[in-house]
Nanobody, 123 residues
Framework: QVQLVESGGGLVQAGDSLRLSCTNSARTFSNYAMGWFRQAPGKGREFVAALSRSGATYYPDAVKGRFTISRDNAKKTVYLQMNSLQPEDTAVYYC?????????????????WGQGTQVTVSS
């Protein structure tokens, strides 16, 4: 059974940084690729970052250079470090897990989701 629990969201000002955490309850955490999506009000779920089991990463242009995904297999936790936050980054951020790294770019293909954590960036 895979359960994902996010934490670390909050209200920050433009230019600030924030780090999100996601704990995966799976016994074999290291077997999963991990990722993050976000969903702003009235919009679809948007891919933010993916991290493969071997450490490969992928980001869309909207966050590349500002966001960094990492994992700690011993803690069964994946992180999303977000720097230079802007108001357009405001959204509910969701942790995602899947055995297939390439599927993590597509919300319709993701097998496991967290409950989401709110990130609000004021201008």
């Amino acid at each position: 059974q895979v359960q994902l629990v996010e934490s670390g969201g909050g209200l920050v000002q433009a230019g600030d940084s924030l780090r999100l955490s996601c704990t995966n309850s799976a016994r074999t955490f290291s077997n999963y690729a991990m990722g993050w999506f976000r969903q702003a009000p009235g919009k679809g779920r948007e891919f933010v970052a993916a991290l493969s089991r071997s450490g490969a990463t992928y980001y869309p242009d909207a966050v590349k250079g500002r966001f960094t995904i990492s994992r700690d297999n011993a803690k069964k936790t994946v992180y999303l470090q977000m720097n230079s936050l802007q108001p357009e980054d405001t959204a509910v951020y969701y942790c995602a897990a899947d055995s297939n790294y390439y599927d993590l770019q597509f919300s319709s293909r993701v097998n496991y989701w967290g409950q989401g954590t709110q990130v609000t960036v004021s201008s």
